[in-house]
T-cell receptor
Framework: GNSVTQMEGPVTLSEEAFLTINCTYT??????LFWYVQYPGEGLQLLLK?????DKGSNKGFEATYRKETTSFHLEKGSVQVSDSAVYFC????????????FGKGTKLTVNP | DTAVSQTPKYLVTQMGNDKSIKCEQN?????MYWYKQDSKKFLKIMFS???????INETVPNRFSPKSPDKAHLNLHINSLELGDSAVYFC?????????FGPGTRLTVL
């Protein structure tokens, strides 16, 4: 079945550091790929998405590129802020019509001033 | 303005009780979901409904029964609560391959 593997945290960075959170997937067909963010005590918010190979999703300084050849969708940000501290989830969408999301285990990011 | 809302936000109850969590979306979406997030933050789909009809049931114990009175609502009823049911439950709705999540309901079973 479909699955998502993302790097386990926690990840601790200083403000303005470069961030990479690795995500790889296993899927049949051509899934859509997503990054969701969960701030402390809140629900999930869509951060960015890509629906086909070589698409780049971007939002709030975060980027991820859909790489079919390496089945990856790594999240990057050039300069993190304290306000980016959250749990980040990589996910894929089953293209079988149900649109259900399969999530990775989440990566907790803490950014220190 | 809230797109997907859930009530209650917190629910503390004793083992063996029956409880319900309500979810409403005002986005006009046809598809709604329930997800469970365990203590390690792992998220897993439980159910999906499309226009009031069940389309996904991910091997969830039959103590869990979703009910969709109309396409804007998807409630979750849980019978005979167990300690292992303690988790955060998220409702979501979707359209055009994008899901919108509610704020979650933290269920604690004592």
């Amino acid at each position: 079945g479909n699955s998502v593997t993302q790097m386990e945290g926690p990840v601790t960075l200083s403000e303005e550091a470069f961030l990479t959170i690795n995500c790889t997937y296993t899927a049949t067909g051509y899934p859509s790929l997503f990054w969701y963010v969960q701030y402390p005590g809140e629900g999930l918010q869509l951060l960015l998405k890509a629906t086909k190979a070589d698409d780049k999703g971007s939002n709030k300084g975060f980027e991820a590129t859909y790489r079919k050849e390496t089945t990856s969708f790594h999240l990057e940000k050039g300069s993190v802020q304290v306000s980016d501290s959250a749990v980040y989830f990589c996910a894929l969408s089953d293209q079988g019509g149900s649109e259900k999301l399969v999530f990775g285990k989440g990566t907790k990011l803490t950014v220190n001033p | 303005d809230t797109a997907v809302s859930q009530t209650p936000k917190y629910l503390v109850t004793q083992m063996g009780n029956d409880k319900s969590i309500k979810c409403e979306q005002n986005l006009g979406h046809d598809t709604m979901y329930w997800y469970k997030q365990d203590s390690k933050k792992f998220l897993k789909i439980m159910f999906s409904y499309n226009n009031k009809e069940l389309i996904i049931n991910e091997t969830v114990p039959n103590r869990f029964s979703p009910k969709s009175p109309d396409k804007a609502h998807l409630n979750l009823h849980i019978n005979s609560l167990e300690l292992g049911d303690s988790a955060v439950y998220f409702c979501a709705s979707s359209a055009y391959n994008e899901q919108f999540f509610g704020p979650g309901t933290r269920l604690t079973v004592l």
